[in-house]
Nanobody
Framework: VQLEEFGGGSVQAGGSLRLSCKGS????????ITWFRQAPGKEREGVAA????????YLADSVKGRFTISQDHDKNTVDLQMNSLNPDDSAIYYC?????????????????????WGRGSQVTVSS
């Protein structure tokens, strides 16, 4: 299984960025794809998740109303659209795959449930 992140970069507060996760080596529809982030000195936290092949999505309270997660079945990608960014959103963002349960992603925001990780993509938001 391989997961690769694209996008990210630097933006001023209030701006937008889009991250894309390209997956391969697994059966589409069998996993949950989660975006995690980790800032220096902080724990890795779940930001958003989607049940591949379904419409089930999850968002952390800190990003609701600002971030959206979506998938492209044909490209096997999961995108994270990030709007109204603020400096607290600065972190390395990781794409991760975990086991799904029916149409859901149990404990979607727990790093301990992740089976495969991408290498990460830096997002920096300046004030």
């Amino acid at each position: 299984v391989q997961l690769e992140e694209f996008g990210g970069g630097s933006v001023q507060a209030g701006g937008s960025l889009r991250l894309s996760c390209k997956g391969s080596g697994y059966r589409y529809g069998a996993v949950c794809i989660t975006w995690f982030r980790q800032a220096p000195g902080k724990e890795r936290e779940g930001v958003a998740a989607i049940r591949s092949g379904f419409v089930t999505t999850y968002l952390a309270d800190s990003v609701k109303g600002r971030f959206t997660i979506s998938q492209d079945h044909d490209k096997n990608t999961v995108d994270l659209q990030m709007n109204s960014l603020n400096p607290d959103d600065s972190a390395i963002y990781y794409c991760a795959a975990s086991e799904a349960h029916l149409a859901t992603c149990p404990n979607w925001d727990s790093p301990n449930k992740v089976r495969f990780w991408g290498r990460g993509s830096q997002v920096t938001v300046s004030s």
